[in-house]
């Protein structure tokens, strides 16, 4: 029996969620510390709110970017993200954490996660799990932002840059090693 007070309030969120869910990532996507630089990504902002969860699943990175840092993810890696992006029951972002706060679907996310049975929270889940790893790409969340922007890696964790010959910089992504 389930805890879940109105079946069909969920059974939409879930679809509703995922397709807010690139278009409120691309727009978190900031600018460059210079001013005269450009933006991270081609998309203006009324075109970064008309986006589905179609561009993640393309290699074709220039869509979205004008300058991006990869790397291919390792298991370890897109779990991570997954689990900043989509977290549990009971999960908090830290404090400070604005990027994840400002994500409608996001603070929708947590509502619904609090709402349900723990039995119901991990079969969602599940479900978002399945799409999100039919991603080609996706950020490489950290605890307290959806982009991160270091430039600072080395060894297995060393990002590449796209386009190359440019100083690293640009938000980071992973790829899904499924690809």
Known sequence: VSDIEDDNDVLAAVPQLWAQFASDLIQKLGNPRDISSNSYSHLVL???ELLTNDVMETRYLGEVFSRVQWV????AQWNKSFGYLWPP??????????????????????????RVSPTDAQLIRNEIRALFDRLMWAPAAICDRVWDFKTKSRGSDAFAQLPAGLPIGGPKIYINQRF
């Not at 291919?72 to 298991?75: D, V």
Request: no cysteine.
């Open 46 to 48: 009324s075109k970064r």
């Open 72 to 75: 291919l993810a390792t298991k």
């Open 89 to 114: 029951a009971g999960y908090r972002a830290a404090s400070g954490s604005s990027h994840y706060y400002s994500m409608g679907y996001y603070t929708r996310w947590v509502g619904l996660m609090e």
